[in-house]
């Protein structure tokens, strides 16, 4: 393969470890004037586009991240894997609404995308929103309850029942987990922490209606 080509540039910033190669790379075929565009189609500029903001992201880079995804998503507008890169970003420099919008993109083209679920009730969770968390985690895990790759969802989910004060709700949940998984360690801590305040809280109502006695 000649490497002097956009085609070589793309193999050599795919096999790069380096982000700032492969962001060398990636810029010189978004600025070549010789793309063939029977190779180059949109959605194969929007892939370069989406490659250069990962690696930009790496170096933390998330305002020019997020740029490269713009126009990743300005070429193909479908590319849930793009919303999902601009999704994280945006959390992580503390845009929760901006990104929550992400991820209601990915679920219009994808209504059973797992990973924008689980991202769209951590940002719901970490906002306070409960109860939307856990419906969130609960379109997940509906189908396939069993799959240890998702035990961490009931975890999330037992979390967000705490949130709400739910306490014998949330340890259901983290016993979903450890029958998953059973050597899950926050889950087992969860368990004790859940069970132990359900116990108080029931010590404290019947002490409520010996007293209303």
Do not use: Q
């Not at 305002?63 to 601009?86: G, H, I, P, Q």
């Not at 209504?111 to 924008?116: F, L, S, V």
């Not at 450890?178 to 368990?191: K, Q, R, S, V």
Request: aromatic share 10%.
């Amino acid at each position: 393969m000649d490497y002097d080509t956009p085609e070589g540039w793309f193999k050599l910033a795919f096999d790069s470890e380096d982000p700032e190669e492969k962001i060398e790379y990636f810029t010189l075929i978004l600025e070549s004037d010789y793309l063939d565009p029977e190779l180059w189609s949109d959605e194969a500029i929007a892939l370069v586009w989406n490659n250069k903001g990962i690696a930009l992201s790496f170096l933390g880079n998330d305002e020019e991240a997020l740029e490269c995804f713009r126009k990743s998503l300005f070429l193909n507008k479908k590319d849930t894997d793009v919303w999902c890169n601009m999704g994280v970003i945006l959390l992580n420099t503390g845009r929760s609404e901006e990104a929550i919008k992400c991820y209601n993109r990915i679920l219009a083209i994808d209504p059973e995308n797992d990973h924008a679920w689980i991202n769209k009730g951590d940002i719901l969770e970490l906002m306070g929103n409960h109860n939307e968390a856990i419906e969130c985690y609960s379109k997940v895990h509906k189908e396939i309850e069993l799959d240890s790759k998702f035990a961490v969802v009931w975890n999330k989910k037992g979390i967000s029942y705490c949130g709400l004060g739910k306490y014998e709700d949330a340890t259901k949940c983290f016993k979903r987990v450890i029958n998953i998984d059973p050597e899950h360690i926050d889950a087992i801590d969860n368990l004790k922490k859940a069970m132990e305040k359900t116990r108080r809280m029931n010590e404290d109502k019947r002490g409520t209606n010996n007293y209303l006695l």
